[in-house]
């Protein structure tokens, strides 16, 4: 199965941008639906975007809509995540995650992912 790994996370001021990437390694890419979830102390996994093996369908919490874009390269076996217009509200841990196109479920719970990234962290200062 796919291992996941992270990266890009740091530390930016409110309104600034990052680019989080997360590289895979193992497996067939392209069998995977991607998505992107955060962690920040205390709450609950929330969904943040996701992105379908073709990456034609991409998807988005209304908490990131118009500021984040998620976008993949299969051949580089790589997904991203564009962040914009950064808030404090957004510092988390965030963490890529994989599961099978031809899974059911759906795309925003993370019980239905099979693969996770350890996670890189994103503080934003107000």
């Known amino acids: 199965q796919v291992q996941l790994v992270e990266s890009g996370g740091g530390l930016v001021q409110a309104g600034g941008s990052l680019r989080l990437s997360c590289a895979a390694s193992?497996?067939?890419?392209?069998?995977?639906?991607m998505g992107w979830f955060r962690q920040a102390p205390g709450k609950e996994r929330e969904f943040i975007a996701a992105i379908s093996w073709s990456g034609i369908r991409t998807y988005y919490a209304d908490s990131v809509k118009g500021r984040f874009t998620i976008s993949r390269d299969n051949a580089k076996n790589m997904v991203y995540l564009e962040m914009n217009s950064l808030k404090p509200e957004d510092t988390a841990d965030y963490h890529c995650?994989?599961?099978?196109?031809?899974?059911?479920?759906?795309?925003?719970?993370?019980?239905?992912?099979?693969?996770w990234g350890p996670g890189t962290q994103v503080t934003v200062s107000s």
């Open positions: 193992g497996g067939t890419f392209s069998d995977y639906v």
């Open positions: 995650a994989a599961k099978f196109a031809s899974a059911s479920g759906t795309i925003w719970s993370p019980d239905d992912y099979i693969k």
